[in-house]
């Protein structure tokens, strides 16, 4: 019996090696790319794209997509908020909201807002985030996707959000 249990036992083990490292390998972004404020990590399999204006990143089968950007002309959280509202207009058809909530990570805070909403006819799963590393400059996440797909990537989202750290 003792050959079968300590056979079981090493795969275990390597199993958990295995997931372990695959969890841990992460690409590091600094933000914004000329005079960047904040570090964000994306899991390797995601796609990264940075310009002038946004943080795109998508994951590896496409399904979600995330936005950061800066605020411009924003002097406030309540502005920071009206500008997301502007951005959500012009990305989904309609939105509605189902949770709000504040947090602080890594002593940065957070304003989140979970909702529902329609781009294109199609409905999507949408969490949103406003946020600064100094109280001066804000910046928006938005992702978004199918909601059984956007389910099956939450620890990942939730692992972007929850790596965001400011750059002294």
């Known amino acids: ?14 199993s958990l090696f295995i997931n372990l490292c695959s969890i841990q390998a992460e690409t590091i972004v600094a933000y914004p790319d000329e005079d960047p404020v904040f570090s ?19 994951s590896d089968d496409e399904s979600i997509y ?4 800066a605020l411009e002309n924003v002097e406030d959280l309540e502005d920071a908020l009206d500008a997301l509202s502007d951005e959500t207009d012009e990305i989904f058809d309609s939105i509605e909201v189902n949770e709000e909530g504040e947090a602080k990570i890594n002593n940065i805070p957070f304003v989140f807002i979970e ?3 329609q781009v294109d006819d199609t409905v999507v799963k949408i969490s949103l985030a406003v946020f600064s590393t100094d109280g001066e400059t804000f910046f928006i996440g938005i992702f978004f ?4 797909i956007f389910k099956q990537h939450k620890k990942e989202i939730d692992g972007i959000v929850d790596s965001v750290e400011a750059i002294n």
């Open 66 to 69: 995330c936005g950061l950007q």
């Open 115 to 117: 909702a529902n909403g």
């Open 40 to 58: 964000v990590n994306f899991p390797d399999s995601w796609n990264i794209k940075i310009d002038e204006e946004q943080l795109y990143a998508t």
């Open 145 to 148: 996707g199918p909601p059984e």
């Open 1 to 14: 019996m003792e050959p079968p249990l300590k056979k079981s036992l090493i795969i275990i083990v390597l």
